[in-house]
């Protein structure tokens, strides 16, 4: 049995990993950490990490970035793997990130679902078949209407693997109507959509000679990122020190 202790419990994922685990037979949260305590949970909640004094197998960090330092520090000295799902990490956290995985298991991916990294996997493995043979590459991606950022960092992550297939020789184009000049044959367009409340969808389109290829994965409700950071945990505890990502757990 895993024993994660879960840092941000009482966030919306914290609550949605919490009442996963509850089904796993495999992991167990052994404590919390979150500043808001107005949440009964069946395990010892912690107001701050370095007030925890349980033993734990992993830590599963769904925070702010404001909290990161502390979650490294505390991993750290506790030798404890972590899986980073926080978003919005500075530069310097980034480093330091790396800084740390010299000295225990790190495990950081621009997207928690199983899905969408075994769609990596898979793009990268069209792309080298479908780009030399002159198909145009395509992604479109829909997000809910409070969403700031576009491209999603999904979407550009699909892109890097397709691009990295093909030895990062494309480049990305994100908005056609600031040129007036055909498509070259060497560019992935990306395109964003944001509306009403979904969730996260992409396409991923290989456009050819009378065939098209199409990829699709949506996300009906944030579940899907908690299970594939509940299957990260399982697989990062008791790994040795180094950066990891969600490729590793999909191909565990």
């Known amino acids: 049995m895993v024993r994660a202790i879960m840092h ?24 919390g950490i979150d500043s808001y305590t107005g949440i009964r949970n069946d395990y010892p909640v912690f107001e701050t990490i370095d007030k ?14 404001a909290a990161v330092d502390g979650v490294l520090d505390y991993c750290t000295d506790k030798n ?35 899905g969408i990294n075994l769609l990596i996997e898979l793009l990268k493995e069209a792309t080298g078949v479908l780009a030399p043979a002159g198909f145009d590459m395509e992604i479109v991606e829909r997000h809910h209407n409070q969403k700031v950022d576009a491209p999603s960092g999904t979407a550009l992550a699909l892109a890097d693997s397709m691009n990295e297939a093909m030895d990062n ?6 908005d056609r109507n600031q040129v007036r000049q055909k498509r070259d044959s060497k560019e992935i367009g990306i395109s964003a959509v944001r509306g009403g409340t979904i969730v996260g969808n992409h396409d991923v389109i290989y456009a050819g000679a009378d065939e098209v290829i199409e990829f699709k ?14 299957e990260a ?20």
């Open 8 to 31: 941000g419990c009482n966030g919306r994922m914290g609550q949605v990993i919490t009442g996963l685990v509850k089904e796993d037979d495999r992991i167990e949260i052994a404590a």
């Open 52 to 65: 925890c004094d349980v033993e734990a197998d992993v830590v599963i960090d769904f925070s702010n970035a």
């Open 80 to 114: 404890l793997p972590l899986i980073l799902c926080t978003t919005g990490l500075s530069e310097e956290q980034l480093a330091k990130m790396k800084t740390v995985s010299e000295k225990i298991a790190v495990l950081k991916s621009a997207n928690m679902s199983l």
């Open 169 to 174: 020789t494309y480049h990305y184009v994100y």
């Open 217 to 230: 994965h949506t996300a009906y409700s944030k579940t899907v990122f908690g299970k594939g950071a509940i």
């Open 233 to 252: 945990a399982k697989f990062l505890a008791g790994k040795p020190a180094g950066m990891y990502d969600m490729s590793d757990v999909i191909r565990f």
